[in-house]
Every structure is written in structure tokens, then in C-alpha cells.
């Protein structure tokens, strides 16, 4: 069965930082692409960043710059180290695995940006 578990969200001023965690099990991990994405209230859940299995990374663009994704093969963690943030960064981020048609998604940690 496979699970993933995100830790690392709670309450930041705005400029911030914050570093999400990933903790997956039950699957090949090694051969997984990862991503994080986020919904915000009232909105639909987006597309954060992604790393394939080989290790190539992508940002939407608006985390460009001040977002960094990276993965940990030999603990089965993905991470998002989020820097400069702003309160539109406010969101439950998700993390998720793709294996061919296969996916799976954790629970969600909360992120709140706010003065």
C-alpha cells in the first residue's frame, strides 16, 4: 500500500521560509516522479513543482526563484524548501507520486503566510 506523509506547514510571516517534507512508503520510490502541488481556498489545486525520477525539476512560475524541490532516494523523501514567501503562498500543499498510470497523493499540510 502506498503512503505518503507531508510534515513541515504551519504559520510564517510573510518573507519567510518553510521546508516541507515527503515521507513516502510502499512504493519504488527510486523510479517514482514526484510533485508538489497546493490548492488555496476557494481555488483549484495547482501544480507547485515536479522531479522525475532522474532528477530534472520544474516550477510553476510563480515560485520560481524562491522555491527549490529535491528528493532523498535512499530515505524516500521528497522535499520543498520555500523561501521569500508571500501570503498568496497560503495553501494545504499536496505531495504526490506518479508511476506510470499509478498515482498517489498524501493528506496535505497547511501552509499560512500572514502577518
Known amino acids: 500500500q502506498v503512503q505518503l506523509v507531508e510534515s513541515g506547514g504551519g504559520l510564517v510571516q510573510p518573507g519567510g521560509s518553510l521546508r516541507l517534507s515527503c515521507a513516502a512508503s510502499?512504493?519504488?520510490?527510486?523510479?517514482?516522479?514526484m510533485a508538489w502541488y497546493r490548492q488555496a481556498p476557494g481555488k483549484q489545486r495547482e501544480l507547485v513543482a515536479t522531479?522525475?525520477?532522474?532528477?530534472?525539476?520544474d516550477y510553476t512560475d510563480s515560485v520560481k526563484g524562491r522555491f527549490t524541490i529535491s528528493r532523498d532516494n535512499a530515505k524516500n523523501m521528497v522535499y520543498l524548501q520555500m523561501n521569500s514567501l508571500k501570503p498568496e503562498d497560503t495553501a494545504i500543499y499536496y505531495c504526490?507520486?506518479?508511476?506510470?498510470?499509478?498515482?498517489?497523493w498524501g493528506q496535505g499540510t497547511q501552509v499560512t503566510v500572514s502577518s
Open positions: 510502499g512504493i519504488i520510490f527510486r523510479l517514482s516522479d
Open positions: 522531479i522525475t525520477s532522474g532528477g530534472s525539476t
Open positions: 504526490k507520486r506518479q508511476y506510470g498510470s499509478s498515482r498517489s
